[in-house]
């Protein structure tokens, strides 16, 4: 059992930088004691309430928005605003908190950690996307919050610049999103 335990947990992380709630775990057969048991033994470390990380997986630079994203343990949260634009790599913005957005309906009854912000918002399946494993919104979603959060036209305009760049916006919804955003030509 132990060993089908650590198969099963392994699984789900794998996807996710070597972190899972426990949720997700219960959620796939696994019991409460058995991650207590691999706590004891080493093989995982809580993170957070509810969050785990499988300790043999490296610590990779998308880390912190996977645990940030799963923080919730109720649900699992959503990349988004200036976070997000860092994520894609389309920005030199280096926000001071991991933004994560959550159902409008999730209630939170537990202290928000300083590193995170976190907006409520019920994100449609066409606005959301997995990006090197991290639930995400999409880019154009993205620039909408930023821009709702005053994000500046400059630091706006590089980023569809760049996305552009790289190929996560084609020409035509490059412009339709400059249009939309209004933002100058570069």
Not at 37 to 57: I, K, N, P, Q
Not at 94 to 110: E, M, S
Request: net charge negative; with cysteine; charged share 30%.
């Amino acid at each position: 059992m132990p060993r089908e335990a650590y198969s099963t947990v392994y699984e789900i992380a794998a996807d996710q930088h070597g972190y899972f709630t426990t949720r997700q775990a219960e959620g796939a057969g696994v019991q409460k004691m058995a991650l207590v048991m691999m706590e004891r033994r080493g093989v995982l470390e809580r993170v957070s309430r509810g969050v785990y990380r499988l300790v043999h997986f490296p610590i990779g630079l998308a880390a912190e928005y996977i645990e940030a994203v799963l923080w919730p343990a109720t649900v699992v949260g959503t990349l988004s605003h200036d976070s997000a634009l860092a994520l894609f790599e389309v920005s030199d913005v280096n926000p001071g908190r991991i933004h994560i957005t959550v159902p409008r309906d999730l209630r939170i009854r537990r202290v928000i950690p300083p590193r995170l912000a976190v907006h409520h918002a019920d994100i449609p399946d066409e606005d959301r996307d997995v990006y090197d494993g991290i639930p995400v919104t999409k880019l154009a979603r993205t620039l909408r919050d930023c821009r709702a959060a005053g994000l500046g036209d400059e630091v706006l305009g590089r980023a569809l610049l760049d996305a552009e760049r790289q190929g996560l916006a084609n020409r035509k919804e490059a412009e339709q999103l400059r249009q939309e955003l209004q933002l100058p030509r570069e």
